[in-house]
T-cell receptor, first 113, second 116 residues
């Protein structure tokens, strides 16, 4: 079973602060993704990566940075957190084959106050 | 740009009946891949079933099946003999098949409630 682990699972941050959400996968998957989930919007793609050292902008990248230092790890960085970034964030990984599914972590609930 | 739309916000049906959830998509590619995922009450998101655009046969996995209508850009999820544990949020997703595209786009989701 594919394993994607997110940390922390819950986070309260202050407006203007820096937040880093971490994701680790043990599947040796090339692709990793960060989504945010909000009511009425479903899952929206923030950033994704093809492999170590690569990051690509998704559909809603503004206010977020991403880092992929290794095959296993993919981080989402909020340099200056805002209340509008309060959401549930999901990391996912996939082997890059176009017709195969991705595997999700359990999510991180971020509240920016 | 790829786009996925689920117009049904929520559906409620009786246990042991059949339910269909709708999904329409937009793409310029001739090759693409469609997926359905389920999010349980605990928040866990799991893959259910997939349809490759070049396949005419509708995919079936257990009591899940798809109604793929390519001319209508539609991919409906059908659940037969529903059970209480099928209550969840269901997401439709698409990946275009052109080289170098790694994006997977999701719809807004449909909340399914199964009543006893």
């Amino acid at each position: 079973e594919a394993a994607v682990t997110q940390s922390p699972r819950n986070k309260v941050a202050v407006t203007g602060g820096k937040v880093t959400l971490s994701c680790n996968q043990t599947n040796n998957h090339n692709n990793m993704y960060w989504y945010r989930q909000d009511t009425g919007h479903g899952l929206r793609l923030i950033h994704y990566s093809y492999g170590a050292g690569s990051t690509e902008k998704g559909d809603i990248p503004d206010g977020y940075k991403a880092s992929r230092p290794s095959q296993e790890n993919f981080s989402l960085i909020l340099e200056l957190a805002t209340p509008s970034q309060t959401s549930v964030y999901f990391c996912a990984s996939g082997d890059g084959t176009e017709n195969t599914e991705v595997f999700f972590g359990k999510g991180t609930r971020l509240t920016v106050v | 740009a790829q786009k996925v739309t689920q117009t049904q916000t929520s559906i409620s049906v009786m246990e042991k009946t059949t339910v269909t959830m709708d999904c329409v998509y937009e793409t310029q590619d001739s090759s693409y891949f469609l997926f359905w995922y389920k999010q349980t009450a605990s928040g866990e998101i799991v893959f259910l079933i997939r349809q490759d655009s070049y396949k005419k046969e509708n995919a079936t996995v257990g009591h899940y099946s798809l109604n793929f209508q390519k001319p209508k850009s539609s991919i409906g999820l059908i659940i037969t003999a529903t059970q209480i544990e099928d209550s969840a949020v269901y997401f439709c997703a698409m990946r275009e098949g052109h080289y170098g595209n790694e994006k997977i786009t999701f719809g807004a989701g449909t909340k399914l409630t199964i009543k006893p």
